[in-house]
């Protein structure tokens, strides 16, 4: 079946710098993707729809200065956590509408990111 | 999209069925009942879903009521791997973002 591949799985990074998490669909091409954000024992709570050349839109409460969201090209969605403090530590999650898929998503194996 | 409820923890023994309850009460007609599965640490993982008829496939079957307002996710035999949390969405088939609720964290002993 179709693969999003996003990277990296986990990374650490100290407060205040900036980290870009990248989603990738492998072998279909994806005009829509969807970020998640999950904490510890907490369920996935959606942040934001990308569209392939279109701002991205962002839900209610979500900091759009911080969370820079880029999907320049079909098949890159980026997600940029600007200046990370300690409470942005958590699981981030892409999915992307797969029109092929079952269900019509396809979800990439998230990332843990810990800021220290 | 209709909301669900669903409880909070089951417990299943390995080699046993594992029956999931969800309630949609407000379900409309044109919305489709969903079943995912989050292993820990990892993206969540499509397992089935339906309109009104019963489905069955490799994974898992789902049961919905006549009045569909509730359904049932049936895992046969369950083993240690069907451990993860297990949500249930009900919503129309179009391409929107999906909305996870709570879910039910399914804990599989041997």
């Known amino acids: 079946g179709a693969v999003v591949s996003q990277h990296p799985s986990w990374v650490i990074c100290k407060s205040g710098t900036s980290v870009k998490i990248e989603c990738r669909s492998l072998d279909f091409q994806a005009t829509t993707m969807f970020w998640y954000r999950q904490f510890p024992k907490q369920s996935l709570m959606l942040m934001a729809t990308?569209?392939?050349?279109?701002?991205?839109?962002?839900e209610q409460g979500v900091e759009k200065d911080k969370f820079l969201i880029n999907h320049a090209s079909l098949t890159l969605s980026t997600l940029t956590v600007t200046s990370a403090h300690p409470e942005d530590s958590s699981f981030y999650i892409c999915?992307?509408?797969?029109?092929?898929?079952?269900?019509?998503?396809?979800f990439g194996s998230g990332t843990r990111l810990t800021v220290v | 999209d209709a909301k669900t409820t669903q409880p909070p923890s089951m417990d299943c023994a390995e080699g046993r069925a594992a029956n999931l309850p969800c309630n949609h009460s407000t379900i409309s007609g044109n919305e489709y009942v969903y079943w995912y599965r989050q292993i820990h640490s990892q993206g969540p993982q499509y397992i089935i879903h339906?309109?009104?008829n019963n489905e069955t496939n490799e994974m898992a079957s789902l049961i919905i009521t006549e009045d569909r307002k509730s359904s049932t996710l049936i895992l046969p035999h369950a083993t240690l791997r069907d451990t993860a949390v297990y949500y249930c969405i009900v919503r129309v088939e179009a391409g929107t973002a999906l909305i996870f609720g709570k879910g039910t964290t399914l804990s599989v002993s041997s």
């Open positions: 990308s569209n392939e050349g279109s701002k991205a839109t962002y």
């Open positions: 339906g309109l009104k």
């Open positions: 999915s992307a509408r797969d029109p092929l898929s079952k269900d019509g998503y396809t």
